[in-house]
């Protein structure tokens, strides 16, 4: 029988007061925060970056491909179950999803953010947003935390705090502040990691390379934001962090996961034929045999997953309905499912669709 559908990776909505009620009162009056553009209608400004934060596709959820636009969108008109937990409910009801795994917006850009300290705070803030948030329903609103990795033993005091508030992943910032993830000074927060049960999530549009900047069209741009996620899954492998820490999970999200077959290949031809004159960490195995084990990536409408899942480890896809986000399959998630899942055995949609997700943060629903 088919279980409860788990989305891998839904968003909040960040309210005005997210940061500004919460922040470091350091930071009071620099927090990110809600203004009124005449052009663009609500977006948050933030402290030294170029660019506002629109709010046009931030919860465009259920809108047609014509009406998607960038901003001249007020906060107040945007889906209610962002930031109200009891609204959050009746949107699941409708998309046919039990439980969700909860990843922030405006902290997602953020995370590109060049002050650490002014990240740390802000991160701080949304973590105890998020906490309250959760603690409505905390059987079918699933918190993922923030830390900025300032340093190691920062990110280890972070994932305690964490673990306190009831969360069950921390997302991390494309690029931290010490080191590349695969530097040995990080071995002590993966072990952390490991012991908290803390899976970690890296999501698209949080490496500062995230941009949608490429070649020819604007749209071109759109299909360069998975490459972040793919570069830093390919430091996990290549840089041995798996090979020195093989209980480590790592939760590539919003980059699809129908290429993940040719990138084993390639990572396996660039191993065994160039490994010698371009040095990568000390590996036991294959690349793909990493990959395979300890990256789960998470998808939406990507049909080619289900197509290709004999081709890597059925057992580390996971869906998500993205909800509220203007990719996301919400409300037609239901059908989306029925028609992409033709072909699969029960066994294998309760796999992709609940059972992955479920063991991997250890739910109970």
């Known amino acids: 029988m088919q279980k409860p559908i788990i989305s891998a990776d839904s968003h ?3 309210p005005p007061g997210t940061y500004v009620d919460r922040i470091d009162h350091k930071y009071k009056d620099t927090a990110p925060h809600v203004v009124n553009d005449p052009k663009m209608g609500d977006v948050f400004v933030v402290k030294d970056m170029e660019r506002s934060i629109p709010m046009g596709l931030l919860a465009a959820a259920g809108k047609s491909a014509s009406e998607l636009a960038i901003g001249g969108v007020k906060f107040e008109e945007m889906h209610r179950g962002g930031w109200d937990p009891e609204a959050r409910i009746g949107d699941q009801e ?3 999803v039990a439980a969700e795994i909860m990843y ?10 060049r002050d650490f300290d002014y990240k740390k705070a802000c991160f701080d803030a949304y973590n105890l947003w998020m906490a309250e948030y959760c603690s409505h329903h905390p059987d079918r609103l699933i918190g993922v935390g923030q830390t900025a990795m300032r340093s190691p033993e920062e990110g280890i005091e972070d994932l305690r705090k964490m673990k306190a ?7 991390l910032p494309g690029n931290p502040q010490v080191a590349d993830y695969d530097s040995p000074v990080y071995d002590d927060f993966y072990r952390a990691a490991i012991d908290f049960e803390m899976p970690l999530s890296f999501h698209i549009l949080t490496s500062r390379d995230d941009n949608f900047q490429a070649r020819g069209p604007r749209l071109n ?7 972040g996620c793919q570069d830093i899954i390919g430091t996990f492998v290549l840089g041995g962090v798996f090979e020195r820490h093989p209980k480590l999970k790592v939760v590539c999200v919003e980059a699809d996961a129908g290429w993940v077959p040719h990138y084993m290949y390639r990572m396996d031809h660039a191993y065994d034929r160039h490994r010698y004159w371009l040095p ?4 036991s195995k294959m690349p793909s045999e990493y990959f395979r084990e300890n990256v789960y990536t998470t998808f939406q409408d990507d049909w080619v997953a289900f197509k290709m899942k004999d081709m890597c480890n059925i057992r580390r896809l996971m869906w998500a309905n993205d909800f509220p986000h203007s ?3 919400w409300p037609w998630s239901q059908d989306i499912l029925k028609k992409h899942t033709q072909g699969l055995s029960d066994q294998e949609k309760n796999y992709i669709l609940h059972d992955n997700v479920s063991e991997l943060y250890h739910l109970s629903i």
Request: include cysteine.
């Open 165 to 171: 508030f009831g969360f069950k992943g921390v997302m």
């Open 94 to 96: 409708r998309d046919g």
């Open 280 to 283: 990568a960490g000390t590996l």
């Open 12 to 14: 909040i909505t960040e």
């Open 104 to 113: 922030p917006t405006v902290g997602m850009l953020l995370c590109n953010h």
């Open 327 to 329: 990719d996301s399959t």
């Open 221 to 227: 741009g759109f299909l360069a934001i998975i490459r």
